[in-house]
């Protein structure tokens, strides 16, 4: 998930505009995370079902 869609339970405004501590806090938090945090769970599972299929054809072809 984005931090642009998180609402602060401290202060109500969205974590994306950091108007408390704890929003500025949890934006760089979420920042610093890794590329694929931010990406649909669904799509990476058709990433890794797409992965899994190039495997098998590779496999097949060089039995």
């Excluded at 501590?21 to 990433?47: D, H, K, Y």
Aim: charged share 15%; hydrophobic share 50%.
């Amino acid at each position: 998930m984005t931090y642009d869609r998180l609402v602060c339970a401290n202060c109500a405004a969205p974590v994306s505009e950091g108007r408390c501590p704890v929003c500025r806090a949890n934006r760089e938090r979420l920042q610093q995370e890794g590329f694929l945090s931010g990406v649909n769970p669904m799509a990476l599972i058709a990433l890794l079902a797409v992965l899994i299929a190039a495997v098998a054809l590779l496999a097949h072809q060089t039995a």
